[in-house]
């Protein structure tokens, strides 16, 4: 995908798709997506992480930084090749994924697949599988032992196995592979449909001109395969334990900052390998996408290192990244690297010459942009074209709900410049980053839809309810389909003739 094209998109997770199995997924609805994006002018659906959820539910805790999340993987093309049976459905929530509910059935419904499969699969799957397998075995075969051994002990920690597996002795590894075979085969076949399903879909999205744009989280989490497989990368102790953890400083947010808790990278044992691993990130994230957004990117100019005994991020100190040295390495092992750089918050001047060197465009909320005065650099006349210009992202209230909780003179300020009320602020702030000269637009659904506060995907620092936000087609009518396609062909990021302009 070209990030200098001038184009438009729509901000909405797999998850928070429709669909009769309680939670968004690869199936028929995410291609009616598609036609939908489409139909408005769109050339981009952006997707927050794919990877497995991890704690709270939250895509951007998994444990793999490579493997996709088992709960997208639709059970329609399953019932369809004759693995699966055509399941007896609950009442699911059309409106919020209760995952407590929802993942257990799916599992079930993904269990009895993979025995379909393996009891009666056409020669020809089973040589793709085999296939499959075979070429993403680099992090493949350590993924599906990691959840294979996790299975039985109800998930608990890595650093908490039996010494020979958390250490990973040979003799001890060997042997798990022979106990856990069954479900090493089924961990293997749930990953091999998860990139069948994501390939599809991103085959049938490019046909109609909509690019797909992933979201790579800079960190991975302890308990983690990567952790696991590869704990000489991270700063860990004698015991696997955290010497060092992921964070930010106390800001105006908030006087404790905030301790993210990842553990943070060995970059010079990365260096020394040439940045191999991450090269194999950014490999398999293009894999399944044209472009991906790095959140927290000023993590590789300067991280924030905290103690790993401190309960939170008062204390602490900044530390230099890996900087231009791991993106050169990089780009020389793939080429030109489609990236959009996460460059929000505390930002100083060599996160800016990173990003700026790679080439990456940044980050433009609309959002932030009244609090201050008219030289504010996030109100659009401020805006370079290396931008991304967003009304709000996945933390952000939406629109509606922002217009309502904000200070009289934010408000007053937004009203102002964007000659809106309550009832329209949100296709104002749509035309306006529509109509800016940043590259690229993209806009969350909820605000496409002029959506309230109660539709919020993620409350930054609110454990729980979070991550669950679906939408319904009956909310997605004709009128915002067209207005948004007026607004895009009008700003030139789509085909003119939705217009319908007269001779």
Not at 475 to 488: C, F, N, Q, Y
Request: glycine share 10%.
């Amino acid at each position: 995908m070209d990030l200098n094209q001038r184009s438009s998109g729509v901000l909405l997770h797999i998850t928070s798709l429709p669909g009769p199995h309680g939670m968004g997924d690869f199936g028929p609805d995410a291609y009616r997506f598609v036609d939908w994006l489409q139909a408005a002018g769109q050339r981009i659906w952006q997707l927050l992480p794919t990877t497995p959820i991890g704690p709270g539910d939250s895509p951007y805790q998994g444990v793999s930084a490579f493997a996709g999340s088992q709960w997208m993987v639709a059970l329609e093309p399953l019932i369809a090749k004759g693995w699966l049976a055509q399941p007896e459905v609950p009442h699911f929530n059309a409106e919020q994924v209760n995952y407590g509910e929802v993942t257990p059935w799916r599992e079930q419904q993904l269990r009895a697949a993979a025995a379909g499969f393996f009891a009666k699969a056409t020669p020809a799957d089973q040589k793709a599988y085999a296939a499959w397998c075979e070429s993403q075995k680099s992090w493949l075969d350590d993924y599906a032992l990691f959840m294979a051994i996790r299975s039985p002990l109800n998930g608990q920690p890595w650093w908490t196995w039996a010494d020979g597996l958390k250490r990973r002795e040979a003799r001890a590894m060997a042997q798990a592979r022979k106990d856990y075979a069954a479900e090493i085969s089924f961990w293997q076949f749930v990953q091999w449909q998860f990139d069948v399903q994501i390939g599809a879909l991103k085959a049938y999205a490019n046909e109609r001109g909509v690019h797909l744009m992933g979201d790579l989280p800079i960190f991975v989490a302890h308990d983690s395969a990567d952790c696991w497989s590869r704990p000489d990368l991270y700063s860990l102790d004698e015991n696997f334990q955290t010497t060092v953890v992921a964070g930010v400083p106390p800001d105006d947010l908030g006087p404790l900052g905030q301790r993210w808790g990842n553990p943070l990278y060995r970059w010079d044992k990365m260096a020394d390998e040439n940045y191999a691993w991450w090269t194999a990130r950014v490999q398999r994230a293009l894999s399944q996408a044209d472009v991906f957004r790095i959140d927290h990117f000023r993590g590789f100019a300067g991280y924030y290192e905290i103690p790993g005994d401190s309960p939170d991020a008062k204390r602490g100190e900044w530390k230099v990244g890996p900087g231009m040295a791991l993106f050169d390495a990089i780009k020389k092992a793939l080429g030109p690297l489609p990236i959009v750089a996460e460059d929000l918050g505390f930002i100083t001047d060599d996160v800016h010459a990173l990003r700026d060197g790679c080439g990456f465009p940044g980050m433009k909320i609309l959002q932030f942009g009244f609090g201050a005065e008219g030289d504010h650099e996030f109100l659009p006349h401020m805006w370079p074209k290396a931008a991304v210009a967003y009304t709000g992202t996945h933390d952000n209230d939406t629109v509606r709900g922002w217009w309502d909780a904000a200070k009289p003179r934010e408000r007053a300020y937004a009203g102002s410049y964007l000659a809106c009320g309550e009832h329209d602020v949100h296709w104002a702030m749509i035309r306006a980053c529509a109509n800016s000269v940043a590259n690229m637009a993209v806009y969350p659904l909820q605000d496409v839809l002029g959506l309230g506060s109660a539709h919020r995907m993620n409350v930054p620092g609110v454990l729980g309810g979070n991550w669950g936000w679906r939408f319904r087609w009956d909310w997605l009518g004709a009128e915002p389909t067209r207005v948004l396609g007026l607004i895009t062909a009008a700003s030139g990021r789509g085909p003119f003739d939705l217009l319908r302009l007269p001779a």
